[in-house]
């Protein structure tokens, strides 16, 4: 008789537990629900001003207006959406390439929202977020080229090729030609503008994909052979920022309910259109 009644409440007992885990399982999944969805669960950065260095010379993540005399792009877009969740202010500092990396290196600025690869060299002096987009290396050249079907034909010429100085870009172009047949120039239309001129014989820039060329000489150049490189973006913070895990927390959420998406499609997606006439060159201070 004892053994038929313990067996009796061992049937209850681990049946109590099956409806306890079941409960804990629902529980825990709206939870995780929540936690990503809901911007209450993030990090509150209590309407902080969050600087941050643009190009606005880099289509489609940043540019300026030419009706407005705004920037706009990708990032400002983004920026204004991670803020949103965050609690914080984006400032918006025009800033040439060359010294954004250094600017925030020393803490100067907040963080960097340019379309910056993520690499170990550039980790040794900043920070960076969690991957917010990965895009591809290619190597372009003008329309009427016929030297050219990829990087192993321009290797083995005198050929030289342009790209934006202090770039994976231009690290690349050294690694096919060598450094003495790169020339360098402060924003990407002049390396693109250098091609169709005549001054090199090709460029190397990232597209992502989906992502057409934009800006002054686009129509007038094309991709010659297969991706050279996938590559990381992400967005930089000065070494030990305590954005840098708010940010990510944003981006998890951003990427879950459907954000990012939707803006990679507006900015990076068939619809999108600039031509030259559409921006001014950047100004910076």
Same mark, same amino acid.
């Not at 289509?59 to 030419?66: D, G, Q, S």
């Not at 969740?85 to 803490?107: A, I, Q, S, Y």
């Not at 000489?217 to 297969?226: K, N, S, W």
């Given at each position: ?40 669960? =993030?990090?509150? =950065? ?24 705004? /920037? ?64 591809? $290396? ?25 790209? $934006? ?23 990407? /239309? ?39 490189? $996938? ?31 939707? =803006? ?22």
């Amino acid at each position: 008789m004892k053994s038929i009644i313990g067996f009796r409440w061992i049937l209850i007992f681990a049946g109590l537990l099956v409806f306890a885990g079941a409960c804990n399982d629902d529980d825990a999944d709206d939870t995780t629900d929540e936690d990503i969805n809901s911007s209450s669960v =993030l990090t509150d =950065l209590e309407g902080r001003e969050i600087t941050v260095a643009v190009e606005n010379a880099y289509p489609p993540f940043n540019y300026f207006n030419a009706e407005t005399g705004e /920037g706009e792009g990708w990032d400002y877009d983004i920026l204004a959406e991670l803020c949103e969740r965050l609690n914080c202010v984006p400032m918006f500092v025009p800033m040439l390439w060359e010294t954004t990396l250094e600017t925030v290196g020393r803490g100067d600025i907040d963080m960097i929202a340019s379309g910056v690869v993520i690499t170990d060299e550039r980790d040794r002096i900043v920070d960076f977020s969690d991957s917010n987009a990965s895009a591809y $290396q290619y190597l372009f050249v003008r329309n009427n080229e016929s030297r050219f079907s990829g990087a192993g034909d321009i290797s083995e010429g005198d050929y030289v090729i342009a790209a $934006q100085a202090d770039t994976v870009n231009s690290e690349k172009a050294g690694e096919l030609v060598g450094d003495e047949r790169v020339i360098t120039f402060p924003i990407l /239309g002049d390396a693109v503008a250098a091609v169709v001129n005549g001054e090199a014989d090709a460029f190397i820039h990232l597209l992502r994909e989906g992502q057409e060329l934009t800006g002054q000489g686009a129509d007038q150049v094309m991709i010659a052979g297969e991706p050279l490189a $996938q590559l990381d973006y992400g967005f930089v913070f000065s070494e030990g920022s305590d954005l840098v895990a708010a940010f990510n927390e944003a981006i998890a959420a951003l990427k879950a309910d459907g954000t990012f998406h939707e =803006l990679d499609e507006q900015y990076f997606g068939p619809s999108f259109s600039l031509t030259p006439e559409d921006t001014i060159p950047p100004t910076y201070g």
